[in-house]
């Protein structure tokens, strides 16, 4: 039976899920051998429940990019650290399809709009695309641009093959991929080798009316690079659902753009989020207590 110690306000059907697996669910103070996280970074107490109990072997944590806990990572480097990455993968890719079309039809100026206007628009059949990351939310969205007629790349850290998709490149090979490309969306791992991966120069390398979608983290865009290709038109539009920072201050320059979308870091809500995080919990407790792979490892020095 494993000793679990759940930080932050646990899910009743989590604790139950676990509980008929035969979890024994203990104090921070009563020797636990696994953590897990169900609340936000910033109200836990994470280094010093860590620091009190070397007894622990694994932590799950609740999100998928987990560049919040790193200075802890980089503290505990020897323990089984896992992430939810994967577990939100569909409405996470789902909400980046959304934006997607948003950006190409214009459907912020037409929701703004208080007259008829003139035509616009234009339609994902046929057009260039590169998913950036190489997790399962980027393979949601390659799936789903797949569902068109669309030609798709994948940029990732190896160039291991993506399912679905036309072509996959290491990183080495963004500028190549970014030529000319007519959809980028972003879903990698904030790094600090990610940094504003998107900035002027490479924006620049797009077609003329590209649009540019963002549901990995703010960090990946030179965010003045994108409101001045959104201000001259060199860009179509943007689909943001993230930003840097968080929450986007009311003056940025960004909200007053008509061809830029924002949604306040939804693509998965607490609503969506609750029963995929409860499965990968369920998932890997039976794992931790067979001794089989723990599913979304976290690898401390590559940062996800």
């Not at 057009?127 to 797949?146: F, M, N, S, T, W």
């Not at 120069?201 to 994108?226: F, H, I, K, M």
């Amino acid at each position: 039976m494993t000793r679990i110690h759940i930080m932050g306000e646990g899910d009743p059907q989590l604790i139950a899920g676990l509980q008929e697996q035969g979890a024994v669910l203990v104090g921070e103070d009563e020797q636990p051998e696994a953590l897990i996280l169900a609340g936000m970074f910033k109200t836990l107490n994470l280094a010093q429940v860590l620091e009190a109990n070397p007894q622990v072997k694994w932590v799950q944590l609740p999100s998928a990019g987990i560049e919040l806990y790193a200075e802890v990572l980089g503290k505990f480097p020897n323990l089984t650290w896992t992430s939810a990455k994967g577990s939100y993968a569909k409405p996470v890719g789902e909400h980046a399809f959304a934006l997607t079309l948003a950006a190409l039809r214009g459907l912020k100026a037409r929701a703004l709009a208080t007259s008829w206007g003139s035509e616009g628009g234009i339609s994902l059949n046929g057009l260039r695309c590169v998913v950036v990351g190489g997790g399962g939310v980027a393979a949601e969205i390659v799936r789903l641009y797949k569902a068109f007629d669309t030609h798709v790349t994948v940029v990732r850290r190896t160039p291991d093959p993506v399912e679905h998709a036309d072509t996959t490149v290491a990183f080495e090979g963004l500028d190549e991929a970014l030529a000319g490309a007519d959809v980028v969306a972003l879903a990698a791992a904030a790094t600090p080798q990610t940094r504003h991966l998107l900035n002027a120069e490479r924006l620049a390398l797009l077609a003329e009316g590209a649009v540019v979608v963002n549901v990995g983290r703010g960090s990946l865009l030179d965010q003045p690079a994108l409101v001045q290709a959104l201000t001259e038109g060199t860009l179509r539009g943007a689909g943001l659902d993230v930003t840097e920072p968080e929450p986007l201050p009311d003056s940025d320059p960004l909200w007053a753009l008509e061809n830029c979308l924002i949604t306040p870091h939804t693509a998965d809500t607490t609503e969506m989020v609750v029963p995929l995080l409860r499965e990968r919990v369920l998932a890997n407790h039976l794992r931790f207590s067979t001794g089989e792979p723990m599913l979304g490892l976290v690898d401390p020095a590559q940062g996800y």
